[in-house]
């Protein structure tokens, strides 16, 4: 995860830009960073990063926030991502809110709703197209004309 660097007689640490929870450490509270994160352990709390990959041990109980989210375990909570891939033994008990991508695996076992996050559209633009209808003018129908019965001879 971390590398010495020599440099000029120097040691400096030189970060990845990589993490990695193992299958025996469990985390409580929320997790925030801007790099990358691999989980197989668990984390009962919410995790905001830029790209997280959950293996098939891997377990999260709270909301995710991510650019890219690649699950492969467990996750109780709603996920928020511009890109979201789905595996095959993937579990998740909550809804997902992608932006960009979605990709399920055939197998994934998801107890939620599943829907496109507004990518840029705001909701005055949706307001502004709503009374944009409703202030239409409709059509006049046309006048119902009776028609004169003909007498029939007797």
């Known amino acids: 995860m971390f590398k010495k660097l020599i440099a000029s007689g120097k040691e400096t640490l030189n ?4 993490s990695y929870i193992g299958e ?3 985390l409580e509270g929320d997790l925030r960073t801007a790099g990358n994160i691999d989980v197989f352990g ?23 926030e991510a650019n ?3 699950i492969n375990g467990h996750i109780k909570g709603k996920i928020i991502a511009d890109t979201v891939i789905i595996g095959k033994s993937a579990i998740i008990k909550g809804d997902v809110l992608f932006r960009k ?3 399920t695996e055939e197998g994934a076992d998801i107890d939620g709703y599943i829907k496109r996050a507004s990518g840029g559209k705001t909701y005055i633009e949706e307001d502004i197209a ?3 209808i409703v202030e239409k003018t409709e059509r006049k129908k046309p006048k119902i004309v009776p028609v004169p019965r003909r007498k029939e001879a007797v």
């Open 15 to 18: 970060h990845s830009g990589r």
């Open 24 to 26: 025996s450490l469990q």
């Open 42 to 64: 668990l984390i009962n709390g919410n995790v905001f990063v830029s790209e997280i990959t959950i293996g098939e041990t891997g377990s999260i109980i709270g909301t995710l």
């Open 68 to 70: 890219t989210a690649e």
């Open 101 to 103: 991508t979605l990709r």
């Open 130 to 132: 709503i009374e944009e």
